[in-house]
Structure formats: structure tokens, C-alpha cells
T-cell receptor, first 113, second 113 residues
């Protein structure tokens, strides 16, 4: 998996939007951008993924730069339950991947009440 | 719907004792299965993955082994635990040949004393 770079930590206030950046300057044309998050003392949880176009689901939105060298995970209205470590991971292809995920250090998101 | 079960939730074992952690998946067939470990203060590391019964791929040489005796059962074992085996062990699954999304169990926190 190609390398990603994320800030070590970010802080935001409850009920405000949060923009979590990820740089992946060596991304290849067939790499999908995946986001997972890990709440304290729990296993990681899939959040969202995309290839080129922006993506929305019930948890978050993913904005992908036109050159695909960076992306941003957007939490539209953060709650205290969104406090977690967020991981940006590149995956070759979108289907049938059997190999494991390569987790970096991720971004520790702190939500202030 | 699919569910993943992992037990026990916590385990305290003496150095030199054996280990057996079990993971089962319900509601799907022929899943890809994974074991990860998260040592204290470190990131998630893939240990083993399996694409079918009896098929195990090892990512990191260690004091551990994995087995897949049934389609939806994945077992992590050790004959003699070391202090360095302490950590948070996570089992995960993904659709075999399907969407490249991994779903994680709740994890087992192992302390080797």
C-alpha cells in the first residue's frame, strides 16, 4: 500500500464540522482511498472509501482532490462519540482484496464539549 | 446480517503458557479472515490472513501461529507466550472476492506477566 501522511492530532468542538486531511502524493491510478476509525478500546470501524469522486454516506463525506494527491474526511457535525483515531489507508483496487490493511499512526481526533 | 465474535475480551497469562484465541463469523460464507495486533503505544499490525480453510498467510515471523479449521472460524495460538506477546488482538473479516472492506471484532486484550 502506498504511503499516507496525516496530522498526529486535531481538536474540534462538539456540533461543529471537522475536516481531517490526508496526503498521499504517491497514489497510483488504481488506489482507492479508505478511512477507518478506532474508538478507545475498540476495534477499527470502516468509515468510507472512494476513488476519484467525492463520496457521502451516513457517517461522513470524503472529498478527493482533483489530482488525487490528497483527500479530506468530513464529519459534518461532530459529537463526543466521534472522538477516535482516524486512519487514511490506500488500497489497490476496490474489490476482492484479500491482504491486510496497513495502518499508520492516524489522526487522534479530540472533541471538546 | 453478518456478525463477528471474538473471545475472550481480556486475558492474563503467565510467561511460557499456551494461548488460544478464537474468532467466528456469522452470516457470510467463504470470508477472508485476519488477525491483527496492537501493542501498547504502537499501530495495528497484520499478523495472519486466510482466504480459505487451511490457507494461512503469515505477515510477520513470531511466536504465534494461526489456523482455520472451518470456513468461518479463525484461531490464533502460541505454544509458549513471551512478555512481548502482550497487546490488543483483533480479528477481522472481509467478503471473499467482494467489497474491499474489513469488519473488526471487539478485540482481546492480552497481558502476559
Amino acid at each position: 500500500d502506498a504511503k499516507t501522511t496525516q496530522p498526529n492530532s486535531m481538536e474540534s468542538n462538539e456540533e461543529e464540522p471537522v475536516h481531517l486531511p490526508c496526503n498521499h502524493s504517491t497514489i497510483s491510478g488504481t488506489d482507492y482511498i479508505h478511512w477507518y476509525r478506532q474508538l478507545p478500546s475498540q476495534g477499527p470501524e470502516y468509515v468510507i472509501h472512494g476513488l476519484t469522486s467525492n463520496v457521502n454516506n451516513r457517517m461522513a463525506s470524503l472529498a478527493i482532490a482533483e489530482d488525487r494527491k490528497s483527500s479530506t474526511l468530513i464529519l459534518h457535525r461532530a459529537t463526543l462519540r466521534d472522538a477516535a483515531v482516524y486512519y487514511c489507508i490506500l488500497r489497490l483496487g476496490g474489490w476482492g482484496g484479500a491482504d491486510g490493511l496497513t495502518f499508520g499512526k492516524g489522526t487522534h481526533l479530540i472533541i471538546q464539549p | 446480517s453478518q456478525t463477528i465474535h471474538q473471545w475472550p475480551a481480556t486475558l492474563v497469562q503467565p510467561v511460557g503458557s499456551p494461548l488460544s484465541l478464537e474468532c467466528t463469523v456469522e452470516g457470510t460464507s467463504n470470508p477472508n479472515l485476519y488477525w491483527y495486533r496492537q501493542a501498547a503505544g504502537r499501530g495495528l499490525q497484520l499478523l495472519f490472513y486466510s482466504v480459505g480453510i487451511g490457507q494461512i498467510s503469515s505477515e510477520v515471523p513470531q511466536n504465534l501461529s494461526a489456523s482455520r479449521p472451518q470456513d468461518r472460524q479463525f484461531i490464533l495460538s502460541s505454544k509458549k507466550l513471551l512478555l512481548s506477546d502482550s497487546g490488543f488482538y483483533l480479528c477481522a473479516w472481509s467478503e471473499g472476492g467482494g467489497k474491499d472492506i474489513q469488519y473488526f471484532g471487539a478485540g482481546t486484550r492480552l497481558s502476559v506477566l
